[in-house]
């Protein structure tokens, strides 16, 4: 685990304490489960992490998961309130024993990724599809958290 | 991640298995398609390149894994390689290309009558 910076509060301001503390606590647990970039980690339960792209738009926040060659039928998608979960299983295509490779980078075995979404989203809305190896997930924003354009008042 | 003096692209991770009669590479190249895929062979090297189609425009990046758009990888072709019997497939992200041994190579069964 990387050593964190510790940075007393520079003023007493008990809200700023409590601000600078939390920050510094994220920052904490981002970087200690922050995955590997498409390879192998011990800290989540799976034996891989897919690599992942988050975009959003007014309307939406657009999640895309690198899974190739993996069925629809082993992957599972959810949502608790913000938060997105990815998981399956990335299964071998045939039998085939060590001996016969001369190379087998490629990973297999469950997964799970877990996304703070950037925003609020509809969980009845939610659209899932996978192509070319890619899943991805369209999630439509709460209205409540789009953005709203202000008329300005004479 | 690589960079040569070329931009920056992405190494596939493969599996290389030979089989008596062939050698069969699969690469992951995600979100590639047929039309972003390119095979090329010449002389001893095999260079596969694949391009991931970039996001909507209307979209905007929260955050971004994929430090490129390419993936990219070269391989050299042994002896035994017959260079024109080469075959590929691509589906879900995943390139499988066959490489025939030459016919020299190709272990042959001698009937026993």
């Given at each position: 685990m990387a050593l964190i910076k510790w940075r007393p509060?520079?003023?007493?301001?008990p809200l700023d304490l409590l601000t600078g503390f939390r920050s510094e606590l994220d920052q904490l647990v981002e970087k200690t489960l922050s995955p590997f970039r498409g390879g192998r980690t011990g800290?989540?339960?799976?034996?891989w992490v897919p690599v992942v792209d988050v975009f959003e738009d007014d309307d939406r926040v657009v999640v895309k998961a690198?899974?190739?060659?993996?069925e629809k039928k082993d992957i599972d998608v959810s949502i608790q309130g913000d938060t997105l979960i990815i998981k399956g299983e990335k299964k071998q295509e045939e039998e085939v024993t060590e001996k016969d490779y001369h190379r087998l980078e490629r990973v297999y075995g469950s997964f799970q990724r877990v996304i703070q979404l950037p925003s609020k989203v509809d969980a009845q809305g939610i659209k899932a599809a996978c192509r070319d190896g890619v899943l991805e997930i369209s999630l439509p924003k709460k209205e409540e958290v789009k953005a709203r354009k202000i008329e300005i008042g004479e | 991640m690589q960079s040569t003096n070329e931009s920056p692209f992405l190494v596939p991770p493969v599996g290389i298995r030979e089989e008596d009669d062939r050698v069969v590479i699969q690469a992951e190249l995600p979100g590639v398609t047929r039309e972003n895929l390119d095979l090329i062979v010449e002389e001893d090297d095999l260079t596969i390149r694949g391009v991931r189609p970039a996001a909507d425009e209307k979209l905007r990046t929260v955050?971004?894994?994929?430090?490129?758009a390419e993936f990219r990888r070269r391989f050299v072709l042994g002896n035994i390689i017959d260079r024109g019997r080469i075959e590929a497939s691509l589906k879900d992200g995943i390139l499988e290309v066959v490489l025939y041994k030459t016919k020299e190579e190709t272990p042959r069964r001698i009937e026993v009558s």
């Open positions: 509060a520079r003023d007493l301001d800290l989540f339960e799976g034996a690198d899974l190739p060659g993996i | 955050y971004s894994e994929h430090p490129a």
